[in-house]
């Protein structure tokens, strides 16, 4: 399985950005996918986290401002973020799990100007 990320970019605070993730090779709709983040000198963190017939699960820092989706029938997960603040500047990766296994996409930056 890979991951491919991508739509990251520069934007301001308070812009919005969209960041999709495409996951090649067998993947189940029931695979957890996630969004994690790597702020520069901090260790990486769950930003936002789908899973098959749950809620999505949401870090306290970014809950009601970023929203993740999945389209399964692409293999894609999408993670929609507005009111962007400078503490959101990281890489973010996607994340799969399959069958015990984790899978990581290349990371996608995201830096907001102040």
């Known amino acids: 399985v890979q991951l491919q990320a991508s739509g990251g970019g520069l934007v301001e605070t308070g812009g919005s950005l969209r960041l999709s993730c495409r996951a090649s090779?067998?993947?189940?709709?029931?695979?957890?996918m996630a969004w994690y983040r790597q702020a520069p000198g901090k260790s990486r963190e769950l930003v936002a986290r789908i899973r098959a017939g749950r809620d999505p699960d949401y870090a306290d820092s970014v809950t009601g401002r970023f929203t993740i989706s999945r389209d399964n029938a692409r293999n894609t997960v999408t993670l929609q973020m507005i009111s962007l603040k400078p503490d959101d500047t990281a890489i973010y990766y996607c994340y799969a799990k399959i069958d015990g296994n984790v899978y990581w996409g290349q990371g996608t930056l995201v830096t907001v100007s102040s």
């Open positions: 090779g067998s993947i189940l709709s029931t695979n957890p």
